[in-house]
């Protein structure tokens, strides 16, 4: 090798200069509404777990009092169990606790929803794209008509379906199977996708043209790739279910009361809309809140961990 | 062409056949259906005997093997008597417009339907269109003029829409136009309903414009709320989806030819650019409708509208099945043709698609 | 320095353009000081890798920079007229008319939705006053002079139904309607079969041939420039390295890059143990160090041990009859003493007269 050459292979060894994990964390950062999305669900996620917890009221319990003396405060009045900073509701009891304590409800079965929809998907799109054939067929035909369908009517007719009583947890967890049912078809369409490229004959071919040692270096870029679009998925998907849980229970084929929920909240909301419409926008604003920043961060996520567009599935 | 269509005719029957059955079969086998309570207390205090409710089982033709009642349900059994006499009944079937009669309501199932689906498709469609309308030339305007104040503007509002939900939306509209525009001493819409039950009171809008109850004016003074709800929160996907798409337009190699042979960049953009980017948002609209009208149960809710929303709402609460079932078929239907209708709409717009 | 000078003056005169692209990431120079000329009915080829800023030199003439670039500086004077100072409605009536461009990926440069026969027609349409039939008949007449058989027929294909060949055709059918006095062949035959190329660049010249236009022919391949090109211009990170007449460039490269570049091009009959390479990647145009862009990669700077070129940048400076060459082995620098270990007579003193005053 002449003396160039050998300079050369040194200024070219140069050490990259940040990890993925950074960059990623760099370009997500620039995006204010994220940023500002991101505070906004730590700090709802922190008051609905912990806020409960502080409060000297408990969200369901109506003290032995003669029912026909309870009625619902304004906000910032004290009332017999002491100072209620939103009021109380028709029942006398604490608004705000009710509300975090609903927003706990929203917020953790959205969690454990997205979690377990993920996990079927996932499942399903791997042994999907994995085998192919018939089996690929006939699931992706049935994950294209249970896309399609308006989920909402099937969310409401599985929800009446299924006994409360047959299950632990009651209508909270009726309601997390009854969205883990339709949900799943998302993911599986995407890691169906990301099997089916892994899989690719020509992808399989230069691995082994550049020596097979490398298969474990493009495994370990190709899985935190794959990882990627199911993240920004499931990011988005939080936002989506913390409104689908409100307006099943809104309607009155969710979480029942007395077990506040945001949604329930606002069907109570509805009937006293002439005097107290501040009850609407309050548990209509967390959920609103709470899709919005789970959406800004989602797509903040789906910039940063993919900046060219590159792996964006299909429809 | 053609082969393509009967092929996709035929898979469409076979949805719908296993739609069909899975409807059935969800519905009537669960636990709770109409007789369970009267069953669980008939031998308690109840008036009712078990010979009273095994008869009006079999008037509601209850009485069948789970296969038989499906049959029923689709074919009708009104021909049945030759193979059981005991499975006669007067019900013609879904496929010749008879969904049965109501547990509920004690008449058919169709007339109720005809009452109320031409108001939620009014309610689908109208919005539909608005939304469309808006959407399209906003969204184009929107990636025209990328990196524009009016861009981050439109951009932030479409997120807002895109999340807010849909029912403290309409709850939030009724609270401003309806209530506190009373209360502010402006015109105010009506807070829910069809039409008016009564003369509409001054100052209220329907007051100050002497539309008469049951009017069209009524009437459309009171779908304004809900429509525009709608359709806003329609618009703002669109309009996403739109700019999504003109942008990825924009950057073909195409518009660049077309600019290089000296076109005026609005003919670039209106010309060249649209036609294209019109194709994925064409099927996209066609593909949501389903999901438009299953939204409507929502709005319907919150304004208080008699259409197939509420219907099903109550059906649900009452254990209502052939209600139920009927809103669901009605549901797999519509999804299935507006599937069809997307797909074949695709090849419409597009030259490169053609299916064999 | 002459070039071919048919008429009176330049065609097309590039003085000290500076095209730059403000990222998020940083400004990105893409072309950063250029100087061209082209002579009417001359041919000069732009040869350089990827991101070396040709295809944005030509945009920039066209005026078809895109966000975030933009024309920072320079003159790019037309038949007299500074490009940069028109309207974009002037701009627009050049363009397609007077000046033509065709691109790398013909298929996808032909819109999907419409016919290629209205296509083609859409040039007369805009810039001559005619009808739409008569614009449809000359547009048949175009694909049948490029030799698209069956023209009548052709014209009502979509562009998914013909070949990449035909679009190319279709492409240089739509940019010489017009007749334009000068055409920027942005890398043509690049996505096309070698056979197809050879028709393509036949079908280039016999054009050219019958008009007298102008060519600007950007490409990566030296071979193609031996055929098609009078002139030579040499790109390297959005400058130009080497300026001369095609037989220079083969027989006397001045530049180490030009040199790289014609060592890399494997000779049939030819043995060799390894592929010649450049070593090293073309640097990134953000931040760049100071010195010559090529240092990094130059084999003769680090044999000759030259401290300057990663000092100074260097100038684009005559060597010759005809020949330019932005490098310090072939230019002196008196302000730091350096001696150019390749220079001739000629190129002390242009240097002496460049560097005298400025003291540093």
């Known amino acids: 090798m002449t003396v160039a050459e050998l300079a050369f292979q040194e200024e070219l060894a140069a050490p990259q200069e940040e990890s993925q994990a950074q960059a990623v964390w760099r370009r997500f950062r620039r995006h204010r509404l994220a940023m500002i999305g991101l505070t906004i669900a730590v700090l709802l996620v922190f008051a609905c777990f912990i806020g409960p917890l502080l409060t000297p009221f408990d969200s369901n319990t109506i003290r032995g009092r003669d029912l026909l003396l309870l009625k619902d405060l304004p906000p910032l009045s004290t009332g017999p169990d002491g100072f209620h900073i939103l009021g109380t509701d028709s029942l006398g009891r604490d608004y705000l606790t009710r509300l975090l304590q609903g927003g706990r409800v929203s917020l953790a079965l959205a969690f454990v929803v997205v979690i377990l929809t993920q996990v079927v998907g996932t499942i399903v799109g791997g042994i999907s794209g994995y085998y192919g054939g018939w089996v690929d067929a ?29 299950v632990p947890g009651g ?32 992808f399989a071919e230069a691995a082994r043209a550049v020596g097979a040692s490398n298969r474990r270096i493009i495994l370990r870029h190709m899985i935190p790739n794959a990882i990627a679009p199911v993240l920004v998925a499931a990011t988005l998907q939080v936002g989506g279910i913390v409104v689908g849980e409100a307006a099943l229970s809104y309607l009155g084929f969710g979480v029942q009361p007395p077990d506040p929920s945001w949604g329930n909240m606002l069907q109570g909301a ?3 809309i002439l005097t107290r419409p501040m009850q609407v926008f309050y548990p209509g604003m967390t959920i609103f809140l709470t899709s919005l920043s789970f959406n800004f961060i989602g797509d903040a996520l789906r910039d940063a961990l993919d900046p060219r567009g590159q792996l964006s599935a299909g429809h | 062409m053609t082969a393509y269509l009967i092929r996709r005719m035929l898979q469409m029957v076979i949805v719908l056949i296993i739609s069909s059955i899975t409807i059935y079969m969800l519905l009537n086998l669960a636990p709770g259906g109409p007789f369970d309570q009267l069953r669980t207390m008939s031998d308690r205090k109840s008036r009712v005997s078990e010979e009273q409710i095994d008869k009006m089982e079999a008037l509601l033709g209850l009485n069948k ?15 049945m008597g030759s193979i059981n006499p005991e499975w006669e009944g007067d019900t013609r079937g879904v496929l010749r417009g008879d969904f049965g009669d109501s547990f509920r309501q004690k008449r058919p199932v169709m007339d109720m339907i005809r009452d109320r689906i031409p108001k939620t498709v009014a309610l689908t469609a109208i919005s539909a269109l608005l939304a469309m309308i808006v959407a399209i030339p906003v969204g184009i305007y929107s990636a025209v003029r990328q990196y524009s104040r009016a861009d981050y503007v439109l951009t932030f509002f479409t997120f807002m829409g895109v999340a807010i939900p849909s029912f403290w939306f309409g709850l939030m509209s009724i609270i401003i136009f309806a209530q506190l525009f009373q209360s502010w001493g402006l015109p105010a819409l009506p807070s829910g309903g069809w039409e008016s039950l009564r003369t509409p009171r001054e100052g209220t809008l329907l ?109 649900l609460s009452g254990f209502d099945f052939p209600v139920t079932q009927a809103y669901l078929l009605i549901t797999a239907v519509l999804t299935v043709i507006a599937t069809l209708l997307s797909d074949v709409l695709y090849t419409v717009v597009d030259p490169r698609i053609r299916l064999h | 320095m002459t070039s071919k000078d048919n008429g009176t003056g330049n065609l097309l005169e590039i003085r000290g353009l500076k095209t730059y692209f403000f990222t998020e990431d940083g400004v990105v120079k893409a072309v950063d000081g250029l100087d061209l000329e082209v002579a009417r009915g001359e041919t000069l080829g732009v040869v350089g890798e990827s991101g070396c800023g040709k295809s944005v ?29 028109l309207s974009e409605r002037e701009m627009q009536q050049l363009r397609g008319n007077r000046i033509s461009m065709i691109f790398q990926q013909p298929l996808s440069s032909l819109n999907p939705v419409f016919r290629i026969g209205d296509q083609v027609a859409e040039v007369f349409e805009i810039h001559q006053s005619i009808s739409r039939d008569e614009a449809r008949q000359k547009a048949v007449e175009m694909l049948r002079l490029v030799g698209i058989p069956d023209a009548e027929r052709r014209a009502q294909a979509f562009p998914h139904e013909i070949s990449g060949g035909q679009a190319q055709r279709v492409m240089i059918a739509m940019a010489l309607s017009t007749q334009p006095e000068l055409l920027i062949a942005d890398e043509p035959t690049t996505a096309l079969d070698v056979t197809i190329q050879a028709q393509i660049l036949d079908l280039m010249r016999d054009m050219r041939d019958r008009s007298n236009a102008a060519i600007v022919f950007i490409t990566h391949d030296l071979g193609v420039v031996a055929e098609m090109a009078e002139r030579v211009a040499v790109m390297y990170a959005g400058q130009i390295v080497e300026y001369t007449d095609v037989q220079s460039i083969y027989d006397r490269p001045k530049h180490p890059y030009t040199v790289g570049l014609l060592a890399s091009i494997p000779k049939l009959g030819e043995k060799k143990h390894r592929l010649a390479v450049i070593p090293g990647t073309v640097p990134a145009l953000v931040d760049l160090p100071p010195g010559c862009r090529f240092a990094g990669r130059c084999i003769p700077r680090v044999e000759q041990e030259l401290a300057i070129c990663t000092e100074v940048d260097p100038d684009l400076l005559s060597v010759g009859e005809d020949h330019q060459v932005r490098c310090w082995l072939y230019h002196d620098h008196p302000p730091t003493g350096h001696e150019a270990p390749l220079a001739t007579g000629r190129a002390d003193e242009e240097a002496a007269l460049r560097w005298a005053g400025t003291g540093d």
């Open chain 1, 138 to 166: 006939v699931l992706m035909r049935i994950v294209d008509f249970l896309f399609t369908l308006p989920s909402l009517p099937i969310f409401m007719v599985l929800y009446v379906l299924i006994p409360k009583d047959a």
């Open chain 1, 171 to 202: 209508s909270i967890t009726v309601l997390a199977l009854v969205f883990i049912t339709l949900g799943w078809t998302g993911s599986s369409r995407l890691v169906r996708g990301m099997v089916l490229s892994l899989k690719n004959q020509e």
């Open chain 1, 270 to 272: 509805q009937k006293l």
């Open chain 2, 65 to 79: 093997p789970i296969q038989m009642r499906y049959i029923a349900w689709l074919l009708g059994d009104d021909w």
């Open chain 2, 207 to 315: 007051g100050v414009l002497g539309a008469e109850p049951g009017s069209f004016l009524d009437v459309g003074v009171h779908l304004i709320l809900p429509i525009v709800v709608l359709s806003l929160l329609q618009m703002a996907g669109w309009t996403r989806y739109m700019r999504t798409s003109m942008l990825e337009v924009l950057q073909q190699d195409y518009v660049r030819t077309a600019r290089a042979k000296g076109l005026a960049e609005r003919f670039v953009v209106a010309k060249h650019a649209l036609r294209n980017a019109l194709i994925p948002l064409v099927t996209i609209v066609t593909y949501e409708l389903p999901f438009i009208f299953g939204g409507t149960i929502l709005i319907e809710q919150v304004f208080g509208i008699p259409g197939m929303g509420l219907l099903y709402i109550d059906a």
């Open chain 3, 57 to 85: 030199t030509m945009f920039s003439v066209m005026r078809l920079v895109g966000h975030p670039g933009r024309v920072v500086d320079g003159e790019i004077m037309f038949d007299g007229q500074n490009l940069l100072d």
